[in-house]
């Protein structure tokens, strides 16, 4: 079984929780614990904004390495992602995805005047076609639908007439465009926190919200079975904590801590930029 790792909580969590070989090795590099480049180059950007990246690590590998080779590999794997966000490689696909992600403006249709004068005109489009229909019936048929249309034609020019109609039908073209521009802000403000022009900003939120998520995790906590054939944690405080928090738990301290050590570097290196 292998899972797709999480960036937001930047790899090391669950770097233990994929599947793979049963050999053991002491080894800390990326490809040591069956992780490519070329998986995590290509959902580095995605995993940004969805927290999702493709990788798929080597569970027994992982587990049977030292607690000190798990803290290199964790180091030297997040040594790879900060070098690798700096490139001009992953800045132009960052831009790429950034600008694909961004919401269109509303078309416009015209002023209230315009669209209010387009109504009336496919209203009497829609007339003179029901006549040129009606000119094809027998001729009972005919007589009928002829007196529909002349019933429309005297509802259109009554509602042309009539300036309270008008005013209130180019009320509601002028609220419906203004409601269409909120929508469009409200997507664009969106997008615009998904995306920052600079990735280090959302990288930095990232961090963030690691440190937030591992800041008291109880590493000595007491697990006991579930009678369901797995572990839960014995104190219920624990047990209704995220999955998340949970995965990092499982991974160790360890690793955890040599992540958030490196995470509160980045964040450091990022603010001097």
Not at 37 to 62: C, H, M, Q, R, W
Not at 114 to 128: D, P, S, V
């Amino acid at each position: 079984m292998t899972l797709r790792l999480r960036l937001v909580f930047l790899l090391f969590c669950l770097v233990m929780l994929g599947a793979g070989a049963a050999v053991a090795a002491a080894q800390s590099s990326m490809a040591d614990f069956g992780l490519e480049e070329s998986d995590l180059k290509a959902g580095i950007v995605d995993s940004l904004a969805y927290g999702n990246v493709p990788a798929y690590p080597d569970k027994k590998l992982f587990k049977a390495a030292s607690p000190s080779v798990q803290a290199a590999f964790v180091k030297n794997t997040l040594g790879w992602i900060q070098a690798y966000t700096e490139s001009a490689a992953f800045k132009a696909d960052y831009e790429k995805k950034r600008k694909s992600a961004k919401p269109s403006p509303p078309k416009s249709k015209g002023s209230p005047d315009e669209q209010y004068a387009k109504y009336l005109a496919e209203q009497r489009k829609g007339i003179e076609n029901m006549k040129k229909e009606a000119a094809k019936m027998p001729p009972d048929m005919q007589k009928q639908m002829l007196e529909a249309v002349k019933q429309m034609e005297a509802n259109a020019e009554q509602s042309a007439g009539n300036p309270q109609m008008a005013a209130m039908m180019k009320q509601g073209y002028g609220m419906s465009a203004a409601s269409e521009q909120k929508d469009y802000e409200n997507r664009l403000a969106a997008w615009e926190k998904k995306y920052p022009s600079d990735s280090r900003v959302l990288i930095a939120e990232r961090l963030n919200q690691f440190l937030e998520l591992t800041k008291d995790i109880p590493f000595q906590a007491k697990l006991v079975p579930n009678g369901y054939g797995k572990m839960k944690f014995a104190d219920p405080r624990y047990e209704a904590k995220p999955s998340q928090w949970k995965q990092c738990y499982r991974a160790g301290r360890e690793p955890v801590q040599a992540a958030r050590a490196f995470a509160l570097e980045w964040l450091s290196w990022i603010e001097k930029k």
